[in-house]
């Protein structure tokens, strides 16, 4: 979807700039929305044999539409394509990673409010420690989660600037509107260098390292819950939804889905 949000902005500027004509930029127009939905109705085929899933979409349009295919890369290479189509779905990758930060911090809080007076030991080295509200323990992953929230904001900024008519090193010598592909794309500026632009990953790093920090969170957060409704603690209760039967013991409940998201960090 990303790949043909950007094609259909890159032409709508091309048509603008009168680099295209009408005719050609309605042809791709058709061609590209047919292929969007035949990947929302799950009938799109991407193809092994093709370098990526930009050529899958192209061999594609060429097919429905013919030779005005070509049209797709005027002023635009294969460069700037790959890396824009990428800034926006981290982009709307991190902006739902947030919401769903932010939900599990007010679920935290909600059941932090219920239990501000009930008592559970504070262990150091799995050894009973000192007594602790149950509340506290909670609330320190939502201190946890906050921080994880603000590296995903933090990344957001790296993400609003567009690579789109950088071409494959140094621009292009067309007539391009590189603010209007911004502003339609929904970032805030143009990139400013067009060699960096193209070699520049240190958006995906951030994004893989903040991904990483708050998997950690989770899963410290299931190993404890894991360790806390065990046999040999029996400090909570898990309900019945998510937990799993064993296969031979019927008596047993397994904490499955926290298993799954522990093992999931590795």
């Keep these: 979807n990303e790949d043909i949000e950007a094609s259909i902005v890159h032409v709508e500027m091309l048509f603008k700039q009168k680099i295209i004509n009408f005719k050609i930029k309605n042809k791709i127009f058709w061609g590209l929305n047919r292929i969007k939905n035949e990947i929302i109705k799950k009938k799109f085929e991407f193809s092994s044999n093709h370098e990526d899933i930009h050529m899958s979409i192209e061999k594609r349009l060429f097919e429905i539409i013919g030779e005005d295919s070509g049209f797709i890369h005027t002023a635009r290479s294969r460069n700037d394509q790959v890396i824009t189509d990428f800034k926006l779905w981290l982009r709307k990758s991190t902006k739902k990673i947030i919401k769903h930060l932010e939900y599990t911090m007010k679920t935290i809080v909600k059941n932090a409010e219920r239990n501000v007076e009930t008592i559970m030991p504070g262990f150091t080295h799995l050894k009973n420690a ?4 149950f509340a506290h323990y909670m609330l320190a992953y939502v201190e946890m989660f906050q921080r994880d929230k603000k590296r995903f904001i933090y990344n957001l900024e790296n993400l609003m600037e567009n690579p789109l008519g950088v071409g494959a090193l140094s621009g292009t010598s067309f007539n391009i509107d590189r603010d209007y592909t911004t502003k339609k794309l929904g970032f805030n500026f143009p990139t400013k260098n ?9 958006f995906v790093v951030d994004f893989l390292y903040s991904v990483s920090v708050t998997s950690v969170h989770i899963s410290r957060l299931a ?3 894991i360790i806390w409704n065990s046999d040999g603690f029996k400090l909570i209760t898990l309900k019945d939804k998510i937990v799993t039967g064993s296969s031979i013991m019927p008596q047993k409940k397994n904490p499955d889905p926290l298993e799954f998201l522990r093992g999931k960090t590795g």
């Design 130 to 133: 000192q007594p602790i509200s």
């Design 223 to 225: 190993e404890e819950f």
């Design 194 to 202: 067009s060699i960096d632009t193209v070699s520049d990953r240190d």
